[in-house]
Nanobody, 113 residues
Framework: EVELVESGGGLVQPGGSLRLSCAAS????????ITWVRQAPGKGLEWVSY????????LHSRSVKGRFTISRDNAKGTVSLQMNNLKPEDTALYYC??????WGQGTQVRVSS
């Protein structure tokens, strides 16, 4: 079964950190770039971070640049999103996806004191 599964979300105070993980199975993970997007309550999807198939090129949105770091381990079939200095506006449901059609179910991040 083709699948992406996110994990690592939770409740954290402002200024705190979380590490999200995206685990792939059932497809040639190392052939795909991976993108993280998020959806805040009542808002549309927002692109967050991207990493290419080889893991040697990445991009971050302006809103998270300098705070978030994306990495991948093709041998393990995982992508991680290290999120530091979290802000209340980072509260959202975070999804990883590969290509247009392979999406995870999301993991919830809430930043609140």
């Amino acid at each position: 079964e083709v699948e992406l599964v996110e994990s690592g979300g939770g409740l954290v105070q402002p200024g705190g950190s979380l590490r999200l993980s995206c685990a792939a199975s059932g497809f040639a993970f190392s052939d795909f770039a991976i993108t993280w997007v998020r959806q805040a309550p009542g808002k549309g999807l927002e692109w967050v971070s991207y990493i290419n198939a080889g893991g040697d090129s990445s991009l971050h949105s302006r809103s998270v640049k300098g705070r978030f770091t994306i990495s991948r381990d093709n041998a393990k079939g995982t992508v991680s999103l290290q999120m530091n200095n979290l802000k209340p506006e980072d509260t959202a449901l975070y999804y990883c996806h590969a290509g247009l059609y392979i999406w995870g179910q999301g993991t919830q991040v809430r930043v609140s004191s």
